[in-house]
């Protein structure tokens, strides 16, 4: 009886512990990557009610869906949302984590991108 109290308790120790973890890096940060942006308003959805369903993005009306770039000029398109339109042809750094997607952005200057990111967009007129 001893054994098996035992091995419950060692069951439940790490699966506490895996819980932990889980939580803490999708908490933290942990495994984000940035990936590099150009805004393109006609990409712009307003995203509508979702009619009764609770609605986690009601605060986010508008999602945008953009080719953007890893620092070493990797593309891909990434879903986003913000609370307004953004500015035409800002560039935004993009934070994405594997399971939550886009957790945060900001805009960037084009002299702030990595330079295999600044080779993939052509280089903003500045007259």
Known sequence: MKKRTL?????????FVILISIC???SFGYGSTYYYTKIDNTCVKQVD???GVID????MPYSYTLPSYS?????????FGTSRELAEGAFLRLTV??????TAWEEVQYGELPAAVQSCY??????
């Open 7 to 15: 091995i419950a308790a060692i069951t439940v120790t790490v699966a």
């Open 71 to 79: 620092k070493n000029g990797n593309e891909k398109n990434i879903t």
């Open 122 to 127: 052509p280089a903003p007129d500045h007259t």
């Open 49 to 51: 009610s979702r009619g």
């Open 97 to 102: 984590m594997p399971v939550r997607g886009v």
């Open 56 to 59: 986690f993005r009601g605060q």
């Open 24 to 26: 803490m890096w999708s």
